[in-house]
């Protein structure tokens, strides 16, 4: 997955004259690259991690799966809050008044 390429299909759906909206996008992206951070982090120290307090020993889930499930719920609330132009539709003349 290319961020880039998100991010430009993102600016072209919305009013790039409108700085919020883009302030909106360019905030979506960077919680994207956080969350491929989160991830390839778990996928190198796996889904659980072991902490050793002394001679204590505890297996607990990595703290990057918590992460993600917070960048997740804000990159919904981002996406709902993103106003896209309404999409445009191909003109067809087949059976319209002329």
Same mark, same amino acid.
């Given at each position: 997955?290319?961020?880039?390429?998100?991010?430009?299909?993102?600016?072209?759906?919305?009013?790039?004259?409108?700085?919020?909206?883009?302030? %909106?996008?360019?905030?979506?992206?960077?919680?994207?690259?956080?969350?491929?951070?989160?991830? %390839?982090?778990?996928?190198?120290?796996?889904?659980?991690?072991?902490?050793?307090?002394?001679?204590?020993?505890?297996?607990?889930?990595?703290?990057?799966?918590?992460?993600?499930?917070?960048?997740?719920?804000?990159?919904?609330?981002?996406?709902?809050?993103?106003?896209? %132009?309404?999409?445009?539709?191909?003109?067809?003349?087949?059976?319209?008044?002329?």
């Amino acid at each position: 997955m290319s961020v880039a390429k998100i991010k430009a299909q993102l600016l072209s759906r919305i009013d790039t004259n409108d700085l919020m909206e883009v302030k %909106k996008v360019n905030r979506y992206c960077e919680l994207l690259e956080l969350d491929i951070k989160c991830q %390839k982090a778990i996928e190198e120290e796996g889904v659980s991690i072991v902490i050793e307090n002394g001679s204590q020993r505890f297996v607990k889930s990595h703290p990057s799966i918590n992460d993600r499930l917070k960048l997740n719920a804000q990159l919904i609330a981002l996406e709902k809050s993103i106003i896209f %132009k309404p999409e445009e539709k191909e003109e067809t003349n087949g059976g319209g008044l002329i």
